[in-house]
């Protein structure tokens, strides 16, 4: 009986990891079309920000060693950030719907539970749209001014000229449109597009399962993964813990993934099994 009973737990192991693999496999695919096309649309945003934003800085030129006055530089960039509202709203939008109904639609063949569908309908879905691009660019455009406040101050602090300010200030907006590689990250513009749409991805599966509980079925959760050596020690405290109740916090903190900007993991999900 117990040669059996470790049989038997040895292959439900077995499969657990054939469906984490899959889960982040088919993520994986649906998501990379969706990166390229968000990575290029906010490549563009930042390019044409950093354009608009030199060109109205220039008026500053004659008292640049005074521009850490808030309203000098401040009022200037929310101009800008305004004008290029679209470069961002409009892919995070769009993609970012596209994305959620990936996530969803994996996640239902994944529970195997017949007549059961995720749309953009679904009530949730409509209310996360309705607010995602427009908290994701608000964030976008806050770090992007965090990133200048820096540099226009430290340089009125260091007594830099306006010309090699204005070569840093450039060369930053270029940064975050084109690629500098590091490890799966490629530009601050890949950083948001990974991230977002895996925000989206995730997000749908989570709602899913939201509803399925609704109807009063019992689910649980388990922290996924990649599996190699650039995963961070916080994510993989949290694989360790296996299943646990889906309204429990996971050891880092988090109720799911993405732990951070750029994280590749992945929540999986399934029907509550007997202890």
């Given at each position: ?54 060109r109205r800085f220039a008026k500053l030129k004659p008292r640049i060693l005074e521009v850490t006055v808030p309203r000098d530089w401040l009022f200037l960039w929310q101009e ?36 059961l569908a995720f749309g953009l309908e679904n009530p949730r879905a409509i209310a996360y749209l309705d607010q995602f691009a427009g908290l994701k660019v608000t964030k976008i ?87 190699d050596g650039k995963v961070s020690d916080g994510c993989r405290q949290n694989e360790a813990e296996g299943w646990i109740p889906t309204n429990q916090v996971h050891g880092s ?23």
């Amino acid at each position: 009986m117990r040669s059996k009973i470790a049989a038997e737990a040895v292959l439900v192991h077995g499969l657990d990891g054939l469906l984490e693999a899959n889960r982040l496999t088919k993520r994986e695919r649906a998501l990379r079309p969706l990166v390229g096309k968000v990575e290029a649309e906010i490549a563009k945003g930042f390019l044409r920000q950093g354009e608009l934003f030199l060109r109205r800085f220039a008026k500053l030129k004659p008292r640049i060693l005074e521009v850490t006055v808030p309203r000098d530089w401040l009022f200037l960039w929310q101009e800008v950030a305004g004008e290029t509202l679209r470069f961002f709203v409009d892919p995070l939008e769009l993609f970012g719907a596209e994305a959620l109904l990936a996530g969803g639609s994996q996640f239902i063949s994944s529970i195997g539970i017949a007549d059961l569908a995720f749309g953009l309908e679904n009530p949730r879905a409509i209310a996360y749209l309705d607010q995602f691009a427009g908290l994701k660019v608000t964030k976008i455009n806050a770090e992007t001014q965090r990133q200048l406040a820096t540099l226009i101050q430290n340089s009125a602090r260091e007594g830099g000229s306006y010309d090699a300010l204005a070569k840093a200030i450039r060369e930053r907006f270029e940064g975050f449109a084109n690629p500098l590689p590091q490890g799966h990250i490629q530009s601050r513009a890949h950083l948001v597009a990974v991230t977002e749409m895996g925000e989206a991805y995730e997000a749908a599966a989570r709602m899913g399962v939201q509803d399925l509980q609704a109807g009063g079925l019992q689910m649980e959760k388990s922290w996924s993964t990649v599996g190699d050596g650039k995963v961070s020690d916080g994510c993989r405290q949290n694989e360790a813990e296996g299943w646990i109740p889906t309204n429990q916090v996971h050891g880092s903190g988090h109720m799911h993934p993405l732990r951070f900007p750029g994280c590749r993991c992945a929540e999986k999900y399934r029907r509550r099994r007997a202890a």
